[in-house]
């Protein structure tokens, strides 16, 4: 019986239980089957049809009623968003935020500014937010310009926050690369120390709010044999105009 030496793996016993062994305990594992995406299908038809005049007040009212109705159904974070930017190259990034807020003038977020979609929002000034919640087959789509909120609203929802979040956002660079994990833990260790006998930690300078406003939204509604429902909200001066699309 010998030994031989992976630098990966360090020494391995040759013969006996070593390599025969560890192909043997190989074999019996159970392969893992190449994912089905042909199986990956569920139905739908959890609603009556989407009428095209539901958002005919404009596309707020509907909003919230389908945001209320997925909290109650036990979406997890249904304020959970999909934000889409563009920046000056043209490439599309997408991550999911939290959307804190929301009334006719649009949609309320709070991020980093110096990140990544902080970095493309300044380049272009325009977004989109996609709401998939996919447990009550319905989703929200919203298109439009993206500034950034005045100072003080973003002080209003700053002294909201956890102080753990707080002390996050003071040691995180976002979309910065970083060594490693125990880099970060430092940095955090750091503002920690840092704001210890400080009682109202400050905003950074580069954290605050941004507001989407829309200038189109489109409402889907699963429906059955993939004939789904699908309303958009198009923006005309103050009015809002709303019409079916195909599925």
Not at 158 to 180: F, K, N
């Amino acid at each position: 019986m010998g030994r031989v030496s992976d630098p990966g793996l360090g020494p391995i016993v040759v013969g006996g239980a070593g390599v025969a062994g560890v192909a043997l305990r190989a074999m019996e594992e159970p392969a893992l089957e190449p994912v089905d995406f042909d199986t990956m299908r569920v139905g739908y038809g959890l609603h009556p049809r989407l009428d095209a005049a539901d958002p005919a007040d404009g596309w707020l009212p509907l909003f919230t009623d389908w945001l209320d109705e997925a909290a109650r159904r036990g979406v997890r974070e249904p304020n959970g968003m999909v934000l889409g930017t563009v920046g000056a190259d043209g490439r599309p990034s997408t991550r999911t935020v939290l959307c804190k807020g929301v009334d006719e003038r649009g949609l309320i977020f709070f991020t980093t500014t110096t990140s990544r979609k902080g970095v493309q929002l300044a380049a272009t000034g325009y977004a989109s937010a996609t709401f998939p919640w996919l447990v009550v087959e319905r989703q929200v789509h919203v298109e439009g310009a993206c500034r950034p909120l005045e100072r003080e609203e973003s002080l209003d929802y700053w002294r909201t926050r956890p102080r753990g979040s707080q002390i996050a956002a003071w040691a995180s660079d976002q979309s910065r690369p970083v060594e490693s994990v125990h880099r970060l833990e430092e940095l955090y260790s750091e503002a920690e120390t840092r704001f210890a006998d400080v009682d109202e930690i400050p905003m950074p300078d580069r954290w605050g709010g941004y507001r989407l406003l829309p200038d189109r939204v489109e409402f889907w509604q699963g429906g059955r044999d993939r004939f789904h429902d699908r309303v958009e909200c198009v923006r005309r001066d103050d009015d809002w105009i709303a019409r079916r699309l195909h599925p």
